[in-house]
């Protein structure tokens, strides 16, 4: 194994050392993007965080007995972008899902219409795409913690007896910043921590994880737009 390689693999499970990697390849990355594309790409546009999401796809998935990693990562890149475009011809925008999913009715025939719906509001409400970089920087976030931002749509809790669970679980978190670095670094929901601050159950817990760590990223994280949906969080309603 190379010293690449073996950067890599330590990459895969650690994110400030996925960030120094990001750092390291940013040129590389923005070449990638620039020729896979046939313009000039910087990290201000949309094909970035593109690009960031193929990156990390190709080093948390790497096989090194399976040849070279730039060459693995650029396949991922193109493919990636060309997703992308695809997914702009077909909608005619770049539009994002409003993030009312963490609000969602419990009929799932009213949630998808809610969705569709909102895609069509985004550029009167955000005509500078703030909320949908928002979202782009927290889908990748949250794919190192094993999902994405869009399964929150089956994630957010629907009962007011959960949803009151649910933040007293992250708030938990977001008031003892050990435990919330501690959870960033090893991208694991600190159940035990929780239950025995709060004495919620393991089984409320594991089913909300995704929910819970999302609003924790969120909530902790540069995401101005995306934290004025998570309302419930804000009220000073608890559990009795």
Same mark, same amino acid.
């Given at each position: 194994?190379?010293?690449? $390689? ?11 050392? !996925? ?25 201000? =546009? ?15 998935? !790497? =096989? #090194? ?25 077909? !909608? ?14 419990? $009929? #799932? ?17 955000? #005509? ?20 994405? !931002? ?80 998570? #309302? ?9």
């Amino acid at each position: 194994m190379t010293d690449l $390689d073996q950067k890599i693999m330590d990459a895969a499970n650690d994110e400030m050392l !996925f960030e120094d990697l990001v750092s390291e390849n940013r040129q590389y990355l923005l070449h990638a993007a620039s020729r896979h594309t046939h313009k000039y790409i910087t990290d201000s =546009d949309d094909e970035w965080s593109v690009v960031l999401i193929a990156f990390h796809h190709a080093v948390t998935s !790497f =096989d #090194p007995d399976k040849g070279n990693f730039y060459a693995y990562s650029d396949l991922l890149i193109r493919h990636a972008l060309a997703d992308h475009y695809r997914s702009i011809k077909k !909608f005619h925008s770049e539009l994002s899902i409003d993030p009312n999913i963490f609000e969602l009715p419990q $009929d #799932p025939d009213l949630a998808e219409n809610r969705i569709v719906r909102n895609l069509s509001e985004q550029i009167t409400y955000f #005509p500078d795409q703030t909320l949908k970089y928002e979202i782009e920087s927290a889908n990748l976030l949250l794919s190192r913690y094993g999902f994405s !931002f869009y399964d929150l749509i089956q994630a957010s809790p629907k009962s007011k007896k959960t949803k009151l669970y649910c933040k007293k679980a992250v708030l938990s978190i977001l008031q003892n910043p050990d435990f919330c670095s501690e959870m960033k670094r090893t991208k694991r929901l600190p159940i035990k921590f929780i239950q025995e601050k709060t004495g919620i159950p393991q089984k409320i817990l594991d089913r909300h994880r995704k929910y819970i760590v999302a609003a924790v990223v969120i909530l902790s994280g540069d995401y101005p737009n995306l934290s004025e949906y998570i #309302p419930f969080l804000k009220s000073e309603e608890v559990l009795p």
